[in-house]
């Protein structure tokens, strides 16, 4: 038995129990650090990014018919898409997009320590390492996961 596209990606999504919370994608994830959703149709294979999938089955729109999205939680294997205020997900233009990052301070000269001089390879380690977390615990070392959403290591000592 074949499952449908929409089912098999929502199989590998995990759904932060807190509202407002990340919706996080738990398959493949690119060198980028952004997530891979493989779609088979007319004898082709094609991977899409899991946050579009994400909005084009929420918004059924088709998913070459919109441009860039922003992610406002910053976090590139999130695909919380949602029709309401609490989606994670807002179309946007390159520029907007561009402007997003810099007034964040996620440009290559950001400030923000979570972002700032991270090689295209540490990026995509923190989204694994996020992905890893909740593929093998789901959300229930919460504790790990806001971690790892801030960018700090879980397993670092703490002071106190």
């Not at 990026?123 to 909740?134: G, K, N, Q, T």
């Amino acid at each position: 038995m074949t499952l449908a596209p929409a089912e098999r990606f929502w199989a590998k999504v995990s759904k932060g129990p807190r509202p407002g919370d990340c919706w996080l994608y738990t398959a493949a994830v690119s060198d980028d650090g952004y997530g891979r959703f493989t779609l088979n149709a007319d004898g082709r294979t094609r991977a899409v990014r899991p946050h579009r999938f994400a909005f084009h089955l929420v918004h059924g729109l088709p998913l070459d018919s919109f441009g860039d999205l922003m992610h406002s939680c910053d976090v590139p294997i999130c695909v919380r898409a949602t029709t309401g205020a609490d989606t994670h997900l807002v179309p946007g233009t390159n520029r907007e997009n561009m402007a997003d990052r810099l007034a964040k301070g996620r440009d290559s000269n950001g400030s923000m320590f979570r972002w700032r001089g991270l090689s295209r390879a540490l990026f995509a380690d923190r989204s694994r390492l996020l992905r890893d977390e909740v593929r093998a615990h789901g959300w229930d070392r919460e504790d790990r996961i806001r971690a790892l959403l801030t960018g700090a290591d879980p397993d670092a000592p703490t002071l106190f």
